[in-house]
């Protein structure tokens, strides 16, 4: 199985397919608004805006599994972060990354990763995975990491494209 073979929904509910994302550099993140690293939804954004048209697609995977930080709505999630942090990049409907329920993207993610362990446990919001354009090599990030700090990762994954 691939990362292309699954998909998810979006805030609306449409079934988004991860095969569309194929041949682009992807940056996936389970995220909090209510959590004290939501500031780095600002360089998320930044990320965004100036990689997208480079190859780069950022999708955020708002997630209340961690001491209740995501209390919004799959309808409100949208405008609190476009609100608060300017997000206009891709938002999943809440989901979970832990546990029986993890979505299957993130149950991918954690097996496929380089980080050490297979199937390592999101410990936290914020958790990032940069994944390259053939959907092979996976890089996983600390929740405290900067999203700034895995730019040049992003720019050697997207020269690969």
């Known amino acids: 199985m691939s990362l292309y073979d699954l998909s998810f929904k ?13 041949n682009r550099v992807l940056l996936l993140v389970n995220t909090a608004t209510k959590c004290g690293l939501a500031p780095q939804f600002v360089d ?9 048209d480079k190859g780069l697609t ?10 209740g930080q ?18 206009s990049f891709l938002l999943s409907e809440k989901i979970d990354v832990n546990g029986e329920n993890t979505h299957p ?13 297979l199937g390592d446990a999101i410990k ?7 994944v390259s354009a053939d959907g092979l090599t996976i890089n ?3 929740p405290t990491t900067n999203p700034m700090d895995i730019k040049e990762d992003i720019e050697l994954f997207l020269q690969k494209i």
């Open 10 to 22: 979006d805030t609306a509910g449409n079934v988004i397919s991860m095969q569309q994302f194929q």
């Open 44 to 52: 998320l954004e930044n990320l965004h805006q100036s990689y997208k």
């Open 58 to 67: 950022v999708i955020g995977f708002p997630c209340n599994q961690f001491a």
């Open 70 to 87: 995501e209390p919004e709505t799959n309808e409100t999630v949208v405008n609190v972060c476009q609100i608060n942090y300017g997000v």
């Open 105 to 117: 993207v993130f149950a991918f993610l954690k097996d496929n990763a380089n980080s050490g362990v």
């Open 124 to 130: 936290w919001n914020f958790t990032k995975f940069l």
């Open 140 to 142: 996983r990030y600390a």
